[in-house]
């Protein structure tokens, strides 16, 4: 006989904003922001470069500049009116590859090999609280537990985590995430990212304590899962 899970019932499917492109950098748009890169262009000169209509680069510009990657400003140079060039914001630039994770798991090693686990957790610890009150200082605190959770998923998908907040049979409240932010640090260090720094996280944005780790990307799980206490 199959045994099936325990039914859940998902409360709200929180989606990152403009995900449509799994990789901003592929086709034309990203030869746009490497081109960008370089510094600020106009149209004319990306088209030039690129090998295209000078109305299609501006129809790029035009996409690039509603999700915020990309800022016009106008220049004059000579006679004439002034040139409209665009250059790539800190958003636009964050879309190139990053590889934060190398100088994380370094400055874990180090403080792991000097101070020994029990300092690095404590670091983590404050660290995840830090975080927390950046993300959320512009928020009032939620009244119940299931808008807090509400909340929280809020708060999780600024950071790049893809979550949502399901409740189980008995009446608690499950907060799943299918994406880490820091998955190779968690997948070095999974006792220091998940159950210190990812915890504590969690619970300063939540406002509560005793949440349950369940699961984890770090530990090799297909995703993350909190369980929140029954109020």
């Not at 799994?22 to 262009?41: H, I, M, Q, S």
Request: proline fraction near 5%; charge should be neutral; charged fraction near 30%.
């Amino acid at each position: 006989m199959v045994s099936k899970s325990p039914e859940v019932r998902t409360l709200t499917d929180a989606t990152l904003p403009l995900e449509a492109e799994a990789n901003p950098l592929e086709g034309t748009r990203g030869r746009v922001l490497e081109e960008l890169a370089g510094g600020p262009k106009t149209a004319r000169d990306l088209a030039r470069t690129l090998g295209i209509q000078e109305s299609a680069a501006r129809g790029h510009l035009d996409r690039l500049e509603d999700r915020g990657w990309v800022v016009p400003s106008f220049r004059r140079e000579g006679v004439g009116r002034p040139r409209k060039r665009y250059a790539l914001t800190a958003l636009g630039q964050e879309q190139f590859p990053k590889k934060y994770d190398l100088m994380v798991d370094a400055i874990v090693d180090g403080l792991l090999a000097h101070e020994g686990e029990g300092y690095v957790s404590a670091v983590l610890a404050e660290a995840g609280e830090r975080v927390a009150k950046a993300v959320a200082h512009d928020l009032l605190p939620a009244k119940t537990v299931e808008a807090k959770a509400r909340q929280l998923v809020m708060l999780l998908n600024r950071l790049g985590f893809r979550s949502r907040v399901e409740r189980t049979p008995d009446g608690r409240l499950r907060v799943v995430r299918t994406n880490c932010v820091f998955r190779q640090s968690a997948l070095a260090h999974p006792f220091l990212l998940c159950d210190v720094f990812d915890k504590h996280l969690t619970e300063a944005l939540l406002g509560e304590v005793g949440v349950d780790l369940e699961d984890s990307i770090g530990r090799g799980g297909l995703r993350c899962s909190h369980l929140i206490p029954l109020a």
